[in-house]
């Protein structure tokens, strides 16, 4: 991921690891897992305040703050939905 991603980019990289663990609507992904993912995809450069932030603001996610984890939200879901959707238009052009 270069430096010039958006914030909406990273949220989207944030909430595209809710498909990789292939979650549903109502469930949670801890932090760590997460950050975790997105080390490994070596997007280290995210801003990770800054995309969670906007991924909340968009309610895709949910902070449960007792817990420290997101849950994925059905907006958030619908989002993933979209975005994959999209993505499988692009690469059958």
């Known amino acids: 991921m270069t430096s010039k991603a ?3 980019q990273m ?14 609507a109502g469930q949670c992904l801890s932090i760590a897992n997460i950050k ?9 450069s995210m801003d990770f305040q800054r995309a969670s932030e906007y991924a909340v603001a ?3 996610i949910e902070l449960q703050k007792h ?3 997101y849950r994925l939200t ?3 879901h619908a989002a ?8 499988t238009e692009l690469a059958a052009a």
């Open 11 to 24: 949220a989207r990289q944030l909430l595209d690891v809710f498909a990789e663990f292939k979650l549903r």
């Open 80 to 87: 993933l939905a979209d975005q994959h959707a999209a993505a």
């Open 74 to 76: 059905p907006k958030g």
């Open 58 to 60: 968009q309610g895709w």
């Open 6 to 8: 958006s914030v909406e």
């Open 36 to 44: 975790m993912v997105l080390h490994e995809r070596a997007e280290r």
């Open 67 to 69: 817990t420290w984890v």
